[in-house]
């Protein structure tokens, strides 16, 4: 959506040549040029598995070739480079949907900012799946709330949403795990209850809780909010930081709920 959002400047000439570009006439419609990226949007959401007539994704090549020309107009001075302050000016929201997604634009080119192994789309999906399976809105409804502020880059709100969207997940795991079972008070008590339960859901010999306080879980929630509850504002770098921290861990810890 963000990638197309890019195209909304253009005229409606450029937005019909590169829909015949990319065979997508038929698609990309409407009075308006908001019409036609809208439609092109849609298509794509609703088309995931579309593929060009060279077999590669058809989502995957509209934008790449969309980032590409927004790489392109970032360009300024004499000699002409790569001014990544204008590109984060122009496309705040595209910008934001990259870094979201373990890509970044590094002296003005598309490169992936992690490893493949960690398919942040992927853990993303995967993540809500497991908690609309296990019924755990209000984790859910933490971590919408989160990565819908990072999108439109209000960091701060973003990272008030990440600690409790793992907070509350812990707490769910445990009800879960509890089968009626009376649980100590939500929070802190309860990680502890996973802790010691048997078998243990989290793994002293992994060195994800110690009762020294020095374990995995236990530094993870200190990195996620260093000053506390409220930590003040935050640059974009750190609160994409935080949003992968928690979509890889929350997606272990749902993944483990039947393990155990």
Not at 103 to 112: N, S
Not at 174 to 189: F, I, R, S
């Amino acid at each position: 959506m963000a990638a197309a959002q890019t195209m909304a400047e253009w005229s409606h000439a450029q937005i019909d040549e590169f829909a015949l570009e990319n065979a997508l006439e038929r698609v990309v419609v409407g009075y308006s040029r908001a019409n036609k990226v809208n439609a092109l949007a849609t298509y794509l959401l609703q088309n995931t598995d579309a593929v060009t007539e060279e077999g590669e994704n058809l989502t995957d090549s509209v934008v790449t070739t969309l980032v590409a020309k927004a790489i392109r107009n970032s360009f300024s001075g004499w000699p002409s480079q790569f001014d990544l302050q204008r590109f984060q000016q122009q496309y705040p929201a595209l910008q934001s949907g990259l870094e979201r997604n373990g890509f970044t634009v590094d002296g003005g080119r598309l490169r992936k900012a992690l490893p493949d192994a960690l398919n942040l789309p992927q853990a993303d999906d995967e993540i809500h799946a497991l908690l609309d399976h296990y019924g755990f809105w209000i984790s859910k409804g933490h971590l919408d709330q989160g990565i819908a502020a990072h999108t439109r880059g209000d960091w701060a709100a973003a990272n008030a949403q990440f600690r409790p969207f793992i907070e509350s997940l812990f707490d769910a795991i445990a009800e879960q795990l509890a089968h009626g079972a009376e649980l100590p008070a939500a929070g802190n008590p309860r990680r502890i209850w996973l802790a010691n339960r048997r078998p243990a859901f989290l793994m002293a010999d992994l060195n994800e809780w110690n009762h020294d306080g020095s374990g995995f879980i236990q530094a993870f929630f200190r990195r996620l909010h260093p000053a506390g509850a409220h930590p003040g504002l935050s640059d974009e770098e750190d609160s994409t930081y935080r949003l992968h921290l928690v979509l890889l861990t929350g997606r272990l810890l749902l993944r483990r709920i039947t393990q155990v």
